[in-house]
């Protein structure tokens, strides 16, 4: 069975950090690109991230450019975001996302997410 | 960036209905638009990628059209299961990719 599994939400204040982990199995990790999600509490999906599995190339959303980074270990098949200089419009759900191989270049595999809220 | 936007906002329709979602994009994205569906509270779902392929296990009540700029999900016979929020979602511009704002289907 193909997962991709989450962890790492939390409550965390404004100002400061954390890290997100999204654990794949079931697949051969390191020939797919992983790509992280948000969804606002009431809201619609926004793309946050993205990163080839080889993890020479690594992408971000303009609203999180500079505070977020993007990585991966094959080791241990799973893709990390850390998450810096948190703000209020950070809450949100988080999700991990495969690329499939022949979707041409749709999700085709979603964790079931991991919430973050932050709040003073 | 390339916007999509999604009509309706919000549909209320009866089982058994064949209802049409739209998703206009801002400039020509060929065929590189995506369908998911989201379930209250559970991870988006693949449904249509390519325009109008048809992700394996959905099924073929669901179908997309379109190319350039406008695009389609018709669900040809609502059934109850199906009662959930709709986005469509770019990839013309991968890796830097943008989703419509959602069509939320809500049973009459």
């Known amino acids: 069975q193909v997962h991709l599994v989450e962890s790492g939400g939390g409550v965390v204040q404004p100002g400061r950090s954390l890290t997100l982990s999204c654990a794949a199995s079931?697949?051969?990790?390191?020939?797919?690109?992983i790509h992280w999600v948000r969804q606002a509490p009431g809201k619609g999906l926004e793309w946050v991230s993205g990163?080839?599995?080889?993890?020479?190339?690594?992408y971000y959303a303009e609203s999180v450019r500079g505070r977020f980074t993007i990585s991966g270990d094959n080791s241990k098949n799973t893709v990390y975001l850390q998450m810096n200089s948190l703000r209020v419009e950070d809450t949100a759900v988080y999700y991990c996302?495969?690329?499939?191989?022949?979707?041409?270049?749709?999700?085709?595999?979603w964790g079931q997410g991991t919430m973050v809220t932050v709040s003073s | 960036d390339i916007q999509l936007t999604q009509s309706p906002s919000f549909l209320s329709a009866s089982v058994g209905d064949r209802v049409t979602l739209t998703c206009r994009a801002s400039?020509?994205?060929?065929?590189?638009l995506v369908w998911y569906q989201q379930g209250p509270g559970r991870a988006p779902t693949l449904l249509i990628y390519?325009?109008?392929k048809l992700q394996g296990g959905v099924p073929s009540r669901f179908s997309g059209s379109g190319s350039g700029t406008e695009f389609t999900l018709t669900i040809s016979s609502l059934q109850p299961e199906d009662f959930a929020t709709y986005y469509c979602?770019?990839?013309?511009?991968?890796?830097?990719?943008?989703f419509g704002g959602g069509t939320k289907l809500e049973m009459k």
């Open positions: 400039q020509n994205i060929s065929t590189y």
């Open positions: 979602h770019q990839v013309n511009s991968y890796p830097l990719i943008t």
């Open positions: 990163i080839w599995s080889h993890g020479t190339n690594k």
């Open positions: 390519d325009a109008s």
């Open positions: 996302a495969r690329v499939g191989l022949r979707t041409v270049w749709a999700f085709d595999v």
């Open positions: 079931g697949f051969t990790f390191n020939t797919y690109a």
